[in-house]
């Protein structure tokens, strides 16, 4: 059966996609370039810009900021959150002082049924 995913699950899973295919163009237009000249930060930028790149990760950010949010909602429904209420707390607290711990909540919240 095929699982059932909420609209910020679905929304994230598009923007990181979207993102990963503007990841890759950009990586090959900078191989592109870097053949005919050298690639300083004023190309650098033309690249991001004319890539998409910049705007597939604002996306993507506005989206895991969705799935966070939509993820702590979601779990204040579970026993396991109320048995363990502080130190999830705690753990959404410091979503943002550390990389690892925004991408274990996200990992988390795409696998929320």
Do not use: C
């Not at 026993?79 to 363990?84: G, L, S």
């Not at 209420?85 to 925004?102: A, C």
Request: glycine share 2%.
């Amino acid at each position: 059966m095929k699982p059932i995913y909420s609209k910020a699950q679905l929304e994230y899973m598009r923007a990181k996609t979207k993102f990963e295919n503007k990841a890759s163009t950009l990586e090959h237009k900078i191989e592109l370039t870097r053949k005919t000249r050298e690639i300083t930060q004023e190309v650098m930028e033309g690249l991001v810009l004319e890539t998409g790149f910049h705007d597939a990760y604002n996306e993507l950010m506005q989206a895991e900021n969705e799935l966070i949010a939509w993820s702590h909602t979601t779990i204040k429904h579970e026993k396991t959150y109320r048995e363990n209420k502080q130190p999830i707390e705690q753990m959404y607290q410091n979503i943002n002082t550390s990389p690892e711990m925004r991408a274990q909540i996200i990992e988390l919240a795409m696998k929320i049924r």
